[in-house]
Antibody
Framework: EVQLVESGGGLVKPGGSLRLSCAAS????????MNWVRQAPGKGLEWVSS????????FYADSVKGRFTISRDNAKNSLYVQMNSLRAEDTAVYYC??????????????????WGQGTMLTVSS | DIQMTQSPSSLSASVGDRVTITCRAS??????LNWYQHKPGKAPKLLIY???SLQSGVPSRFSGSGSGTDFTLTISSLQPEDFATYYC??????????FGQGTKLEIK
C-alpha cells in the first residue's frame, strides 16, 4: 500500500526547534519530489517546502525561509523538516505530500497525489 | 507571487444538487490547476489535475474546467460523502505552489 506517515509533532515554546519526519512506503521514494504542506487551526492549506528526488533542488515559502530546512534520506525512505526559531503562527497540522508529474497534452502537470494524515505542531509558552 | 481566490468561501447544498466552485488566479496559469478535497482529520485527496483530468479512483460526478485565470470544479450530483472543504492549487510556478483559501461545502 502506498503510504506516507508523519511523526514528530508536539508542543514547543516560541523560539524552540523541532524536527518532523515522514516515512514513505509502497512506492519508489527516491523517484519523487516531496513536499511539506501545513494547515493552521481554522485556516486553509499552505505549501511550506519542496525537495527534489536527489535533494539538488529545494524551495521554501517566504513564511518559513531561513528557519525551516527540508531534507530527505532516500536510503531510509524518509522526508524531514527541521524547524527552528518557531513562532506561534507556525502552529499547524503538517502534512507530507508526494509530487507527481504527468504529461497532459503538451504540458507537464504537477500535483500532490499522496498525502499523509498529518502531525500536529503547537508553538506556545 | 500567484494568488488564488476561490468563491464562494462556503456553500450549503443538498444531496443530489449540482454544485460549482470557482477559482481565479491573479495571473494566467494556463491549465496548471489542481483541485483537492479535504475532510477534518483526514489526508487531503487529489480530485482533478491539469484543470480537467480526473485523478484515478475519483468518481465521475467530479469534473473540472477552465484555463488561463478562471477555473471551476463541478459536482454533478452531491453525495453525502462529498461534504468537505475543497481547495484549488496552482502548479504553474512549480514547485512554489499556492492554494486557494478553500470552499467549505455543508449540508443544507
Amino acid at each position: 500500500e502506498v503510504q506516507l506517515v508523519e511523526s514528530g509533532g508536539g508542543l514547543v515554546k516560541p523560539g524552540g526547534s523541532l524536527r518532523l519526519s515522514c516515512a514513505a512506503s509502497g512506492f519508489t521514494f527516491s523517484s519523487y519530489r516531496m513536499n511539506w504542506v501545513r494547515q493552521a487551526p481554522g485556516k486553509g492549506l499552505e505549501w511550506v517546502s519542496s525537495i527534489s528526488s536527489s535533494s539538488d533542488s529545494i524551495f521554501y515559502a517566504d513564511s518559513v525561509k531561513g528557519r525551516f530546512t527540508i531534507s530527505r534520506d532516500n536510503a531510509k525512505n524518509s522526508l524531514y523538516v527541521q524547524m527552528n526559531s518557531l513562532r506561534a503562527e507556525d502552529t499547524a497540522v503538517y502534512y507530507c505530500a508526494r509530487n507527481i508529474r504527468r504529461l497532459v497534452g503538451a504540458i507537464f502537470s504537477d500535483a500532490f497525489d499522496i498525502w499523509g494524515q498529518g502531525t500536529m505542531l503547537t508553538v506556545s509558552s | 507571487d500567484i494568488q488564488m481566490t476561490q468563491s464562494p468561501s462556503s456553500l450549503s447544498a443538498s444531496v443530489g444538487d449540482r454544485v460549482t466552485i470557482t477559482c481565479r488566479a491573479s495571473q494566467t496559469i494556463n491549465s496548471y490547476l489542481n483541485w483537492y478535497q479535504h475532510k477534518p482529520g483526514k489526508a487531503p485527496k487529489l480530485l482533478i489535475y491539469a484543470a480537467s483530468s480526473l485523478q484515478s479512483g475519483v468518481p465521475s460526478r467530479f469534473s473540472g474546467s477552465g484555463s488561463g485565470t478562471d477555473f471551476t470544479l463541478t459536482i454533478s450530483s452531491l453525495q453525502p460523502e462529498d461534504f468537505a472543504t475543497y481547495y484549488c492549487q496552482q502548479s504553474y510556478s512549480t514547485p512554489q505552489y499556492t492554494f486557494g483559501q478553500g470552499t467549505k461545502l455543508e449540508i443544507k
